[in-house]
């Protein structure tokens, strides 16, 4: 049976858990915890899995770095013939790093500063995602100094909403994001009149974990309802971007896999001919890893039982920042009857919890748990809260593991200070 949260290559082997041929309760003693653990197989497949079903050569997938800007992730993924989605000056520098060329790169993001946009141009990245009718006169504005010519997607808010948590939604009008239609029609009728920029397409994100390809298949309709009143405008389109967003299962319960979605977002865009860019982050590296962590103290309160781990909120912020759901693993099986705990982290705040009331084995003192479904918004979100130096992190391919993040030391926290 499957790991809930977990790709297939994480399995239990005389009653351990394992990342593809490698022991946790190896890795721990190796590296220590808390520990991000990623398999290179579980990346393999789901980068193919996308790029099987939105495939070349109508379609590119561009991966979202914000999820996980780890250089040998995107070493990985580069590899596979994904390209990379920046929001940042700092994810494009991750991007050049890991090998990506201009023509691999897109960038989104509300508040691209002038040397960031500066830096892109000097690149010749594929396309700028333009959130605002400033930001479209600054580029024009600075490609201009530069010599140089943007690409332009105009990211369109098509005020749908995606249905999932709001922290994460961010097509509809309430949201920060985009241009509504009739202000990207006055941002196209604008770029007629730049030498800096050019159309290139429309974009469109309409939020995260998204579980149901209604909205997916809602904002397909929509966007060619714009092809249409951008061609109006006498403006063609050629790429339509529909950005990430496909959700995964953190619980172990069946989701849509991305082939349906494909399936009826091309199905939508039949009758048109355009490119069709997707931004995927979560769906390839969530289900990839785990944080592997250790019970530091088993504390009883009253009715209540705390499991205390090595590592907190500032590892994993997820729970805190989205009530999101995180199963929980026990490294090694524990037959025996169950009881409800809360699982926390050790950092100064109440919020410092991955779960309440949580049905679990009973564990003791020292015992290896897994948080699953750990590949996507963990590590890249990771901090040093309570001065906590972020967790080491290593990819397991077959029987061999390699660190690719080092453990942050105590002098790593005061590097930069003075
Ligand atoms: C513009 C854009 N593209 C892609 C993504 C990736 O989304 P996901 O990780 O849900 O696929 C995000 C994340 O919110 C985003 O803001």
Do not use: W
Request: hydrophobic residues 40%; glycine residues 10%; proline residues 4%.
């Amino acid at each position: 049976m499957s790991i809930p949260g977990l790709h297939k290559s994480f399995t239990r082997k005389n009653g351990v858990l394992h990342a593809e041929g490698v022991s946790l309760e190896k890795l721990a003693a190796k590296h220590d915890t808390p520990l991000f653990v990623y398999s290179r197989q579980a990346i393999e497949e789901r980068c193919r899995e996308v790029t099987t079903a939105f495939a070349a050569p109508r379609c590119r997938a561009f991966f979202s770095v914000k999820c996980n800007g780890n250089q040998s992730i995107l070493g990985l993924v580069r590899k596979i013939g994904l390209g990379a989605d920046i929001v940042s000056g700092g994810e494009l520098f991750r991007a050049k790093q890991a090998g990506f060329t201009g023509e691999d790169i897109v960038f989104a993001g509300v508040g691209k500063r002038d040397e960031e946009i500066a830096a892109a141009l000097r690149f010749r990245i594929k396309s700028f995602n333009v959130e605002s009718i400033p930001e479209l006169k600054k580029i024009d504005k600075i490609a201009r100094k530069l010599n140089r010519k943007a690409r332009i997607s105009i990211r369109v808010n098509p005020d749908i909403d995606a249905k999932t948590h709001k922290h994460i939604t961010t097509g509809t009008s309430a949201n920060k994001f985009g241009l509504l239609i009739k202000e990207a029609l006055k941002a196209g009728a604008l770029i007629k009149g730049m030498k800096g920029v050019e159309l290139n397409g429309l974009h469109f994100h309409i939020g995260s974990q998204i579980t149901d390809p209604g909205p997916f298949v809602r904002t397909a309709k929509y966007a060619r309802k714009c092809v249409a009143e951008f061609g109006r405008i006498g403006l063609e389109v050629r790429v339509l971007n529909f950005g990430g967003g496909f959700g995964v299962s953190y619980d172990g319960r069946q989701v849509t896999p991305v082939s349906i979605f494909a399936r009826q977002v091309l199905g939508e865009l039949a009758a048109i001919d355009q490119e069709v860019f997707i931004e995927p982050g979560r769906y390839i590296a969530a289900p990839s890893a785990l944080l592997l962590t250790r019970v530091v103290y088993r504390k009883e309160a009253g009715k209540r039982v705390f499991l205390i781990l090595d590592s907190g909120m500032n590892d994993l912020i997820r729970p805190v920042l989205y009530q999101a759901y995180h199963h929980i693993e026990p490294v090694r099986k524990r037959p025996g009857r169950k009881e409800k705990v809360d699982v926390v982290g050790p950092i100064c705040e109440t919020g410092d919890t991955f779960a309440r009331e949580r049905l679990l084995p009973r564990l003791e003192e020292g015992e290896l748990l897994a948080l699953t479904c750990a590949g996507a918004y963990c590590a890249s979100m990771a901090s040093n809260y309570n001065a906590r130096p972020r967790p080491a992190e290593v990819l397991v391919s077959g029987t061999s593991a390699k660190v690719i993040r080092k453990r942050e030391s105590y002098k790593d926290l005061v590097r930069l200070e003075s």
